[in-house]
C-alpha cells in the first residue's frame, strides 16, 4: 500500500471514529490526509469504497498479527490461545472505531461492503474449523459449525459489554475463558451429551452471498433505512415529525411507480440535506426515483 493511500484510510478512521461515516464528507477526508479532492478520487472512486477498504485494512493487521502468533513449536490449542487473544487486543485497541461500525453498519447500503462482511463471516468459519480439527482431529467435524457459533457467540458477548470501557478488559484472561469454554462444547459433543443443531446446508444458507442482481436495495428499503436514521437522531420532536412524514410521503411515491410525482420528491428530498447522515441514501433515492438535486 502506497503512502498516500495509507495517509487516506488513517485519516479516514479518525473522522469517522468522531464524526461517524455519514457525518463526515470526502473534502473533510483529504483535508485531514494533507491532498486535495482530485488526489483522493486517484485512490479511491467513492466514499463507499474508502469504507471497504478501511475494513479490508483492519482485517489485514489482525490477520498478520494471528499469523505471527502462531509458534509451530507449541500445540494446537496453545496456538489457538494465542491468535484468540491477538483477536481481543486488536479489537481493545480500536474500540472507539469498532463502535461507530456497529452503529453505521446497521443502515449500511453498500453492497461491497455487505458482501464483504459476508466473505469475512465465511473465513472466520473455516479459520474455526482448522482450529477444531487440529485440537480435536476429524471426530470434530459434524459439531464444528455448533462448537464456531457458541465460541464466537461468547466473545461476541464479552466484547460487547467492554466496548465502552475498554481498558476494564484483560484479554489474555477472555482469551483463556474462551479457549476453556470451546474445549467444554467439545467434549460434550464428542461425548454425545449434545447433538449438533447445525449442518452444512443451513450454514450454507446462513453464509449465502446475495444472488447477483439482487444486492441493490429498492426505494422502499432505502426509506426504512432512513428511518432507522432519524431514530438515531438527537433532533427536537415537530423537526423529527415532520422528517417521518416526509418519509411516509417518499413511501407512498415509491409504491406509486412509473406515476410518482418526480418535483414533489425532489422538494421532499430537500429537506433532508442538513443532514449528513442521509447523504448515502438521497444519492440512491436520487438515483431511484430519477431526480436530481440541480434543476
Not at 6 to 15: D, H, T, V
Not at 113 to 140: H, K
Not at 265 to 285: K, S, T
Amino acid at each position: 500500500m502506497n503512502e498516500t493511500k495509507k495517509r487516506i484510510i488513517e485519516a479516514a478512521i479518525a473522522l469517522f471514529t468522531e464524526k461517524g461515516f455519514h457525518g463526515t464528507s470526502i473534502q473533510e477526508i483529504a483535508a485531514h490526509a494533507g491532498i486535495s479532492k482530485g488526489a483522493f478520487y486517484l485512490h479511491f472512486k467513492s466514499k463507499d469504497a474508502l469504507q471497504v477498504e478501511i475494513f479490508r485494512y483492519y482485517t489485514s493487521l489482525i490477520q498478520e498479527e494471528m499469523e505471527n502468533a502462531v509458534d509451530p513449536a507449541q500445540s494446537a490449542k496453545e496456538n489457538f490461545l494465542r491468535q484468540t487473544e491477538v483477536q481481543i487486543s486488536q479489537i481493545q485497541r480500536h474500540t472507539d472505531f469498532i463502535a461507530m461500525v456497529v452503529r453505521d453498519q446497521a443502515y449500511s447500503l453498500n453492497p461491497e461492503l455487505i458482501r464483504f462482511i459476508e466473505e469475512l463471516r465465511v473465513s472466520q468459519a473455516e479459520w474455526y474449523r482448522e482450529q477444531l480439527i487440529a485440537m480435536y482431529g476429524q471426530a470434530i467435524r459434524p459439531f464444528i459449525h455448533d462448537i464456531s457459533v457458541i465460541t464466537e457467540g461468547i466473545k461476541n458477548n464479552y466484547m460487547q459489554q467492554f466496548i465502552s470501557n475498554p481498558q476494564a478488559l484483560y484479554p489474555e484472561a477472555l482469551a483463556e475463558l474462551i479457549v476453556r469454554m470451546t474445549g467444554q462444547a467439545a467434549e460434550e459433543f464428542l461425548a454425545g451429551t449434545y447433538r449438533p443443531l447445525l449442518d452444512d446446508e443451513t450454514v450454507r444458507t446462513l453464509f449465502s452471498f446475495f444472488p447477483e442482481g439482487e444486492e441493490e436495495t429498492d426505494a422502499a428499503g432505502v426509506i426504512d433505512v432512513m428511518r432507522t436514521i432519524l431514530s438515531g437522531l438527537a433532533l427536537p420532536r415537530a423537526t423529527a415529525q415532520y422528517l417521518s412524514s416526509s418519509l411516509d410521503f417518499l413511501g407512498t411515491q415509491a409504491d406509486a411507480g412509473p406515476s410518482a410525482d418526480v418535483t414533489a420528491i425532489r422538494g421532499v428530498l430537500a429537506v433532508f440535506r442538513p443532514y449528513p447522515e442521509f447523504g448515502d441514501c438521497l444519492r440512491r433515492l436520487e438515483e431511484k426515483f430519477g431526480t436530481d438535486p440541480h434543476l
